[in-house]
């Protein structure tokens, strides 16, 4: 390897060789998932691992302490309205897989839910031999206890769906079956789907993602399904959605995607499809009184009128000619999340400095404006909206904190009011805990918020073991939320917790994430640098004290952090990442982020992804702090390819690091709870550990 060079002023014959221009010692076979050979290198790293920080009373206390948390019956029971019922998929120690159950929604709101078990996927996986894991239930509106069941082998992204009928337990005989791939269905009727598969090998995207839309008739093979249609292998991914109003009314949408934001939308109806008027960067949240709720990701200047990004619209999907009506432009610092029918509402989810509210929207007399009302929710928490049904007027949502356990509230759309049902119970003591907002200078000037929860008493010395964990990408917001994981293995332990909110993500709406699209995305990396520096200059830290975390697009960013201020931190948990910029595009599904990160096919882009990317700017020479890369076998999203290519050229270069591949759960951290927990347990071990604690 050849280290960049140092000096400020180069001629053409004296500028620094690249790692990305060096040919590629990493070896081929490793690139192989599943390979007999790369699967024995992850079996020996995952052992050194183990015996390195799998051991002892630090890893026991924090398995135990996350499988407890993982397991334990003091967990919310999240609804699922379907079939007039309550729903709810459930794992503890008896269900390691899970099962859906359900009770009446006047049982759920009791202390003592009675449920009755409709799928037991631990007794399904026995009876099969299959690693199942659940991944969702689709059911038809006209019939909902008919239900297209996700299932997938292991965790990853690719599924196998079966008709499943809730009321009888029991698969559907001779129903619907689609077979193991990365696919998109939509019920449209009882006995049609509208499914987005890869029909042949041929039919996938250069992201790995189906793009032929055909009509499957019950009965019918898949051969003899008819197309609706195609997109074609640039372009992301193409997938169906059926939308209902709870007035009556069904709109029919097909997706063609661009890239990682952009999309063409058309309307499917009397078997044909027409293109709708609508911006390349908007989604479609939710169908009310046959109009379309639009969310725009970019300006939208028609009919003489511009609507704003981050702006909520009306869209009649009917009209030749778009006139769209304003329901909610933000203001400077808040953002939209999302809309949903509530039979005769709208129920739309907004945050304002990072701090969410839920509010009412019903149509006037006039049947053109809206009135509007504030649900009297919690102040200064983040909400969520759980579960909605476009014919009922009852839905729920979620409020919560970092030191405020996470509250499940009945919401009633037509009288704007809200009921508690139940509160978690605390799951760490917080009474002697605060939370502050702060905010840190970045390179360019901007201000980058951060949350910091601590203890009252820390001194202000930078001794305070701190970890600092951000995202920054695809529009992803990251708001306050209450952890039992990080109460119990951060906070409790006397770590300090830091939640960035850094650009590229989604805090204050599309312009945040904008800013750090493509080759600005090391503004980005700036705001994070930024924040640690603002922890140090507060005295809350130092970088001998100092560990940050994230995962997938934050893994990158990890990357990132690592390489460019090695002398930051003392410990970085790189989890299920994206390394290795140069190649990304070919690499599992890297090809769909092009929008996010731009490709190595544009010159201007291909430099600027090379001075980021955390492989090719691995230097030898350097004092990097050890770091921790996890990724699991089954993720075929980013793939464990990344992070197995990272680790082997640290060992190269005989730098330290540890590595931890779990086989199953695909972009996550495990199929069961006892593999979650496991990983769970490793990065805290990890994390305490460089740190200098041991117990």
């Keep these: 390897m050849v280290a960049l060079l140092g000096a400020s002023l180069l001629t053409p014959s004296a500028m620094p060789v690249h790692a990305a221009d060096l040919p590629d010692t990493i070896p081929a076979w490793l690139n192989d998932i599943n390979g007999a050979r790369a699967m024995g290198w992850v079996k020996a790293q995952n052992a050194r691992t183990l015996d390195l920080l799998g051991h002892g009373p630090l890893y026991k206390g924090l398995y135990d302490t996350s499988l407890k948390l993982l397991q334990t019956h003091d967990r919310l029971a999240m609804p699922m309205q379907m079939d007039g019922m309550v729903y709810n998929f459930w794992r503890d120690e008896h269900h390691l897989r899970g099962i859906l159950r359900r009770t009446t929604a006047d049982s759920f709101a009791t202390d003592h839910p009675e449920w009755t078990v409709a799928l037991d996927l631990d007794a399904l996986a026995a009876k099969e031999k299959r690693n199942w894991v659940y ?34 337990g029991q698969f559907v005989e001779g129903g619907f079956s689609l077979p193991h791939a990365k696919q998109d269905s939509s019920w449209l009727d009882r006995d049609s789907l509208l499914v987005s598969y890869p029909w042949s090998a041929d039919d996938l995207t250069e992201s790995s993602y189906p793009y032929i839309v055909k009509i499957l008739k019950r009965g019918q093979s898949l051969d003899q399904a008819q197309t609706v249609f195609a997109g074609n292998r640039k372009d992301v991914e ?26 063409r939308t058309f309307l499917y109806r009397d078997g044909q499809t027409t293109s709708l008027a609508l911006p390349l960067k908007s989604s479609v949240s939710a169908l009310f009184n046959a109009r379309l709720v639009v969310l725009l990701d970019e300006d939208w200047a028609v009919n003489g009128q511009t609507f704003t990004k981050g702006s909520l619209v009306l869209v009649d999907p009917a009209a030749k000619n778009p006139a769209p009506q304003l329901l909610l432009a933000p203001t400077a610092g808040q953002v939209i999340e999302g809309a949903s029918t509530s039979r005769g509402h709208l129920i739309v989810t907004l945050y304002d400095n990072v701090r969410g509210k839920i509010v009412i929207y019903t149509p006037a007399a006039n049947g053109t404006d809206f009135t509007h009302r504030d649900l009297p929710l919690p102040q200064n928490m983040s909400v969520d909206l759980i579960s909605t049904d476009e014919d009922s007027p009852f839905a729920y949502a979620t409020s919560s904190g970092f030191l405020t356990p996470t509250t499940l509230w009945e919401i009633n759309s037509d009288l704007a009011s809200v009921q508690k049902i139940r509160t978690l119970p605390a799951q760490f003591d917080a009474s002697d805990m605060t939370v502050e907002q702060h905010e840190a200078r970045s390179k360019d000037g901007t201000d980058i918020p951060y949350f910091i929860v601590h203890r009252k008493t820390m001194p202000l010395d930078g001794t305070n073991p701190t970890l600092l964990y951000a995202y920054g990408g695809f529009e992803v917001p990251l708001f306050p939320f209450y952890s039992a994981g990080i109460g119990n293995n951060w906070l409790a332990r006397g770590g300090v917790y830091v939640l960035a909110n850094i650009r590229g993500g ?35 830290t130092s970088p001998q004290h100092l560990a940050i975390q994230g995962g997938s697009n934050g893994g990158l960013l990890m990357g990132v952090e690592f390489t460019q201020h090695p002398d ?11 390394l290795d910029m140069m190649n990304y595009e070919h690499m599992s599904a890297g090809a769909s982020w092009v929008g996010e990160y731009g490709t190595v096919s544009i ?18 020479g350097v004092k990097y702090p050890v770091p921790f890369i996890e990724t699991t076998t089954k993720d075929d999203r980013v793939g464990p390819v990344h992070a197995r290519r990272f680790a082997w050229r640290m060992s190269e270069m005989k730098l330290p690091y540890y590595y931890w591949e779990q086989v199953a759960g695909g972009h996550g951290f495990g199929a069961s709870q006892k593999e979650v927990a496991q990983t769970q347990a490793l990065s805290y071990a990890y994390l305490w550990s460089q740190l200098g604690r041991t117990r």
């Design 568 to 578: 930051y931190w003392k410990a970085v948990d790189i989890e299920v990442p994206l």
């Design 603 to 620: 010159p201007e882009q291909k430099a600027f992804l090379r001075s980021i990317s955390p492989l090719q700017n691995l230097k030898e």
């Design 135 to 168: 991944k969702g239930i689709d059911c038809l509106h006209s019939q909902q206890n008919l239900c297209l069941l996700h299932l997938s082998d292991g965790g990853e992204d690719a599924s196998t769906v079966r008709e499943f009928d809730l009321r009888t």
């Design 238 to 263: 193409v997938g169906p959605e059926v939308l209902h109003d709870g007035a009556g009314h069904q709109v029919v949408l097909i997706r063609e995607g661009l890239d990682a934001f952009a999309s």
């Design 506 to 540: 989604g805090e204050f709406g599309p312009a945040w994430h904008d800013a750090g699209l493509k080759t600005n995305r090391q503004r980005i990396y700036d705001d994070f640098a930024a924040v640690a520096k603002d922890l140090m200059e507060r005295k809350v």
